[in-house]
Nanobody, 120 residues
Framework: VQLVESGGGLVQAGGSLRLSCAASGSIFSINAMGWYRQAPGAQRELVATITGGGSANYADSVKGPFTISRDNAKNTVYLQMNSLKPEGTAVYYC???????????????WGQGTQVTVSS
C-alpha cells in the first residue's frame, strides 16, 4: 500500500492550490483520510481529516479557505486551498487509515509529502 501526493508548488499569497493523494496497492478498505503539514522548525500539525462517510474536520487556522474531499471510487483525497497565506508554507503530508487485503488490520500510512510555498 502506498500514498502518492501531487499538486504542491509555488503560489502567491491569496492564490489557490489543490492537493491530491491517491492510495494504491492491495486495499480492502479505507477509513479516515487526512492532510497534515510541517513548516520548517515546527512540528507536524493536523490540517483536515475526512471520514469514509464524508464528515470533515478542520484545524481552526484553515476553516473556511480550505476544503477536504474524497473520491472513494478512486481511493483519493483532495485538499482545496484558497486564499493562501505565507504562513501556509510547509510540506503537506497525506495520511490514510487503511485495511489491506494482506493483513486485514487497520494501519496508518503516510505519503512522501509535497512542498507548498506561498510567497508574499
Amino acid at each position: 500500500v502506498q500514498l502518492v501526493e501531487s499538486g504542491g508548488g509555488l503560489v502567491q499569497a491569496g492564490g489557490s492550490l489543490r492537493l491530491s493523494c491517491a492510495a494504491s496497492g492491495s486495499i480492502f478498505s479505507i477509513n479516515a483520510m487526512g492532510w497534515y503539514r510541517q513548516a520548517p522548525g515546527a512540528q507536524r500539525e493536523l490540517v483536515a481529516t475526512i471520514t469514509g462517510g464524508g464528515s470533515a474536520n478542520y484545524a481552526d487556522s484553515v476553516k473556511g479557505p480550505f476544503t477536504i474531499s474524497r473520491d472513494n471510487a478512486k481511493n483519493t483525497v483532495y485538499l482545496q486551498m484558497n486564499s493562501l497565506k505565507p504562513e501556509g508554507t510547509a510540506v503537506y503530508y497525506c495520511n490514510a487509515n487503511i485495511v489491506s487485503r494482506s493483513r486485514y488490520i487497520s494501519v496508518d500510512y503516510w505519503g512522501q509529502g509535497t512542498q507548498v510555498t506561498v510567497s508574499s
